[in-house]
């Protein structure tokens, strides 16, 4: 089955050129030039993966990405020509998954894609204890007691990231490598942004963390399973 | 400094006199220079050289006293003078009427034995006395020239004074009016008086010499009234001028002052700093005068300062809006690089030439957009406390297989211990692999050190090459942006021409330096200095100090002191937040 890939941008030369780099490695690709019909195509091509430029005109990519996220889990990567501003960290915290700093190769752009549309291998009977929380691995959920706790892929992979090895303490480093794929190093506000937007969704209280633990100076750890 | 002691010496002086004079003066001088009297007269020159308040006090006071003074000492003077003549004229006039009744008197008299003579004298001086006119008494005296009549003897009514032989003669030389001033009572008793002297004639005895005294205690006691008054006046007055001196000068030194302390805080950045004035005099015109000069610099700077912004906005969007289409064209290339071998030989090696091209210009414009983001102040320190060896190792680490295929060896030479510094890491390595492809380019296939150096301020690391080298022209060159050492060379590994500008930048963000030295044929070093935390400013580097020797003209202080007389590391860190 090919993944659909939906690349919204209003630079037209850069849509087409992705589109031909992603269809050379398989990938179906869906165009949109604007941020005003972002939701309408992301609805018609139901895609797997979303591209988005953070600087559209009509709506921001911003904008795009938080509607987008109220809609769906799908992994957003955001295209930026400016990796030193806020707005990376604001688009972050909108619910992309990862940013990419233009230009890049098409070889980054196909292993980035990947990385975020890889499925983690998940052995079927896998249930693990992560502070008050049980993750049922192989269905994809997570829950405290019977509730259960909607995250988005990413959100999952790095909570069972944490949750294999509840003895280990990873740095920012070794989780971008794990749940982002990244081979040398990047940006570390990625790891913080996520682990707070996980926080948000899994503590009772994210000011004073129990499941995803900080350990300072160093990176995260699990907490304690307590049941 | 004044000389106390100099002038006192005699110029006759014999020669072991001399010596023990100049020995005596030495001292006179140390005691002088070492002692208190000197200190707080030093103090007093550099108060009087500082304040103008105090010598505008000071002069004023000395000069309201100098000429109070002066007058109130013309003024008790002319008072006492006036005064003085008037009650002499008029007991010169006294005295002449009384010697006048007096005469008459004996004249009238019919006395014709001394022994008559002698009642009716008495009887007459007695009468003239008491008739009362101001004399306090009244003096008889038989001139000791005349043979002296036996039962006739001098006698004194009222206050007696000593007459003195001078007036006595005068008197008697002349038979006209004498006075003489003279003191009442005993010696020293401060009351004066006059003595006013004549000859009468009693009749059968011959002439005598008649006196009278006068006091002039009232005077005196007008004179000392009137000199106490106009010292009262004095002192007043001088309490006035102190204080009208303190009010002016506060007056006028104020907005001085004011003007002094605006002018520093403009000085130091403070652009908006203002006086403020009112009233239309002098000194308000000064205050306006102050205020539009700091409005014409603000509109100066902040014109400069406007222009340079939008020219850094201008660099940091062109940079921007190059990199969409340099991303498609990046792409693209990929995609015909990796197609190149389907094509004829011509189009693969264009394919090839665009395939490097295009990385050379995306390095390119990075490096201008990190510049214009250090020409903007955009450039963010993100620092974290690290072992300074880690991030040299991986440089040295990426650096490595350039180097092997150059021929260039690498040796790194680095503490035992960890050399922990407040770091931004992205950036120190940014500068090393800067330093390590600068010294491989250059080294001509020699060795290359890397040597890492500590001490309680700072870390240094110096990348030491043993290639061309480079003038001391040169090394004040070679941070400038797009400089190139040698034109003619072939550049083999490339670069933006940006590297080192942007190595020195991150260096100062960090309050870091990074030098170059080196000398033609010999080598060329690079060394980086970072503080150990964050917000302190390296003065010094830890070493090596290669660079003393070699390069003789570069003053010490830029070495900085020696860590030792250096205060604690700690305690500097908070005098500096």
């Excluded at chain 2, 020219?311 to 792409?331: A, K, N, W, Y």
């Excluded at chain 2, 389907?342 to 414009?365: G, W």
């Excluded at chain 2, 941070?479 to 930048?505: C, H, K, M, N, Q």
Aim: with cysteine; hydrophobic share 40%; aromatic share 4%.
């Amino acid at each position: 089955m090919t993944s659909t890939i939906l690349v919204v941008d209003d630079d037209p030369a850069i849509s087409e050129m992705i589109g031909i780099v992603l269809a050379s490695e398989g990938f179906e690709a869906a165009f949109c030039p604007d941020g005003e019909h972002a939701i309408e195509v992301f609805n018609e091509a139901n895609p797997d993966l979303v591209l988005l430029d953070l600087m559209l005109p009509g709506k921001d990519g911003i904008e795009v990405c938080r509607e987008i996220r109220r809609l769906a889990d799908t992994p957003v990567v955001m295209l930026t020509a400016r990796s030193d501003t806020v707005d990376v960290v604001r688009g972050l915290e909108a619910g992309a998954d990862d940013y990419m700093v233009k230009p890049f190769k098409p070889q980054e752009l196909v292993a980035r894609v990947r990385a975020r549309l890889r499925r983690q291998d998940h052995d079927a009977s896998e249930r693990l204890q992560i502070g008050d929380l049980t993750i049922d691995v192989a269905g994809h959920r997570v829950m405290r007691g019977s509730e259960t706790i909607a995250l988005t892929p990413l959100e999952f992979d790095l909570v069972v990231a944490l949750a294999r090895k509840p003895w280990q303490v990873f740095s920012r480093e070794a989780l971008l490598e794990q749940v982002w794929g990244y081979r040398h190093q990047a940006d570390t506000r990625l790891v913080n942004v996520h682990v707070q937007r996980l926080r948000a969704k899994i503590e009772r209280d994210a000011e004073h963390p129990e499941v995803v633990v900080t350990v300072r100076g160093v990176g995260y750890r699990a907490g304690t399973p307590t049941s | 400094m004044i000389d106390p002691g100099a002038s006192a010496a005699p110029a006759e002086a014999s020669a072991p006199g001399r010596r023990r004079l100049a020995t005596l003066t030495a001292g006179l001088r140390r005691w002088w220079r070492r002692g208190a009297l000197g200190q707080r007269w030093r103090r007093l020159r550099t108060a009087w050289g500082r304040s103008l308040r105090l010598r505008v006090l000071a002069v004023t006071t000395i000069v309201g006293i100098l000429a109070l003074l002066l007058i109130s000492a013309y003024l008790s003077e002319r008072v006492r003078d006036t005064l003085y003549e008037q009650r002499v004229d008029e007991a010169l006039s006294d005295a002449a009427t009384r010697t006048g009744l007096v005469q008459q008197q004996f004249d009238a008299s019919t006395a014709s034995t001394p022994a008559l003579v002698q009642t009716v004298a008495n009887d007459i001086v007695r009468r003239t006395q008491s008739s009362g006119s101001g004399a306090v008494g009244t003096l008889l005296r038989r001139s000791p020239t005349e043979t002296p009549v036996t039962s006739l003897i001098t006698f004194t009514v009222g206050t007696s004074v000593d007459l003195s032989p001078d007036l006595r003669e005068a008197v008697r030389e002349t038979g006209t009016q004498h006075w003489q001033a003279v003191e009442l009572g005993p010696t020293g008793s401060g009351r004066p008086g006059i003595v006013v002297g004549s000859v009468v004639a009693p009749p059968v005895v011959g002439p005598y010499e008649l006196y009278f005294v006068y006091s002039l205690e009232p005077e005196e006691a007008t004179v000392v009234l009137i000199q106490q008054t106009l010292a009262l006046a004095a002192l007043v007055l001088l309490g006035l001028l102190a204080a009208m001196a303190l009010y002016l000068t506060r007056q006028v030194l104020g907005p001085v002052q004011l003007a002094a302390r605006t002018a520093e805080r403009l000085a130091s950045g403070h652009l908006d700093e203002r006086m403020t004035t009112k009233g239309r005099d002098e000194l308000a015109l000064l205050g306006r005068s102050f205020n539009e000069m700091a409005d014409s610099l603000q509109e100066q700077f902040e014109r400069l300062a406007g222009l340079s912004v939008v020219q850094q906005q201008f660099v940091s969007d062109v940079s921007h809006e190059l990199r969409t289409p340099l991303t498609t064209i990046r792409m693209a290339s990929e995609m015909i690089y990796d197609a190149r071998g389907d094509f004829d030989a011509v189009t693969r090696r264009s394919a090839e030439l665009l395939h490097t091209q295009v990385d050379r210009f995306e390095a390119l414009l990075a490096d201008l957009l990190e510049i214009s983001r250090f020409d903007a102040g955009a450039a963010i320190l993100d620092v974290e406390h690290l072992d300074v060896r880690t991030v040299v190792r991986r440089a040295v680490d990426l650096a490595a297989p350039l180097a092997e295929r150059t021929g260039a060896h690498l040796v790194v030479e680095q503490p035992e211990e960890a050399c922990r510094a407040d770091i931004d890491p992205r950036r120190v390595e940014r500068v090393l692999r800067n330093l390590l492809a600068n010294a491989i380019e250059h080294a001509e296939a020699r060795g290359i050190e890397v040597v890492v150096r500590a001490d309680s301020r700072a870390v240094s690391i110096s990348v030491v090459d043993h290639g061309v080298g480079m003038t001391a022209r040169q090394s004040e060159q070679v941070f400038d942006r797009f400089w190139r050492g040698d034109p003619s060379r072939a550049r083999t590994i490339g670069g933006t021409g940006l590297g080192l500008a942007i190595a020195l930048e991150d260096a100062r963000l960090h309050g870091g330096d990074l030098e170059a030295w080196g000398s033609p044929g010999v080598g060329a070093t690079f060394r980086l200095t970072l503080p150990r935390r964050a917000g302190v400013k390296v003065t010094h580097s830890p070493g090596p100090l290669e660079r003393e020797e070699e390069v003789p003209e570069v003053p010490n202080q830029l070495l900085g002191p020696s860590p030792a007389s250096v205060p604690d590391l700690d305690v500097t860190h908070q005098e500096t937040r």
